[in-house]
């Protein structure tokens, strides 16, 4: 089973080292796994000659029989964790990183009082991080910004859906109702591209023709709103990617976005079937848990970019 976890992960990430890494794993070990199923099968199921490494029609073969082998034995490991208990043993959980140091109190204390959860990992990423934990069964359940629609298999429970808002320095004094004009002041700071909402954003100011001439990326919330905050530009953020920062009393002005249309949804994400009504109680959970934050640090301008449906 472990070597089949291991193909998969090389195979998702297409290099021996990152797969290794996904799983904890040194090269080596990872190495060690692939050449047993293929001494096993009696044949190559990796063409390691080209980078990325591409399946040969063994492994690609492979792959769909391996993913519903670790299916069935995920589904098996939850039926026999329920048999003759009433508890899980074990959940382990991905939450995006702007909003985990928000919900990790919260979420705990429901999973160990009302699902009666022995031990607990937590896991604070990217959306990105959650789908490889999810695909790899390290993760019984995500709260992402990606709801990964692509995925089979999946139960998704809707927590909230939010605006993006316009993040100004403080001490800001100019005008606000042009990111063209704000550009010509300040740099735009926002989420790389190598993460979802630095790509959702980055294709939303295409479609509206805005083209900053300088930007900062960076791949987390704290990094963006210190920035602002330390007047070396302005951002867009969401009320939830926003809270860390306003708890730390960063020091930004939050205005309503001058352009339509952006906004991003938070979603709990299980296998389905798996954990019965914890997905379901985990999302109100989250949405009650985030609302409360959000009115208490933005009052009327976060409240009102929020939705509940």
């Not at 890494?21 to 080209?50: C, V």
């Not at 039926?79 to 939450?95: D, F, I, M, P």
């Not at 919900?103 to 009302?114: F, G, K, N, R, S």
């Not at 704000?182 to 023709?209: E, K, M, N, W, Y």
């Amino acid at each position: 089973m472990r070597s089949l976890e291991v193909f998969l992960a090389v195979a998702a990430t297409g290099q021996m080292r990152a797969g290794a890494k996904l799983l904890n794993l040194s090269q080596p070990a990872a190495s060690q796994h692939i050449a047993a199923l293929e001494e096993a099968f009696g044949t190559r199921l990796l063409d390691r000659g080209t980078r990325p490494a591409r399946l040969t029609h063994a492994g690609a073969r492979l792959l769909l029989k391996a993913q519903k082998i670790l299916d069935a034995v995920s589904e098996m490991e939850t039926e026999l964790r329920h048999v003759g208990q009433k508890s899980l043993s074990l959940l382990r959980v991905g939450l995006q990183a702007s909003i985990a140091t928000t919900l990790t109190p919260p979420l705990i204390a429901l999973a160990q009082d009302a699902f009666g959860v022995k031990d607990m990992t937590l896991y604070a990423g990217q959306s990105g991080n959650h789908e490889q934990l999810l695909r790899t069964k390290q993760a019984d359940l995500a709260i992402t910004s990606n709801p990964f629609l692509d995925m089979d298999g999946l139960e998704r429970h809707h927590v909230l859906s939010e605006q993006y808002l316009l993040v100004l320095p403080k001490d800001y004094s100019g005008p606000e109702d042009s990111l063209e004009t704000i550009q010509s002041r300040l740099p735009l700071v926002r989420f790389g591209d190598t993460t979802h909402a630095g790509r959702q954003i980055a294709q939303h100011l295409r479609r509206l023709r805005f083209e900053p001439s300088k930007v900062i990326q960076a791949d987390r919330s704290s990094m963006v709103t210190s920035c602002v905050a330390a007047g070396q530009g302005f951002s867009l953020l969401t009320p939830t990617l926003l809270i860390d920062g306003l708890v730390e009393n960063m020091s930004l002005r939050i205005r309503d976005l001058p352009v339509p249309g952006l906004s991003r949804t938070l979603t709990v994400v299980s296998r389905k079937g798996e954990l019965h009504d914890l997905p379901q109680e985990f999302a109100k959970m989250s949405q009650q848990t985030l609302l409360a934050q959000i009115v208490a640090q933005m009052g009327e301008i976060g409240a009102a970019s929020v939705s509940c449906d």
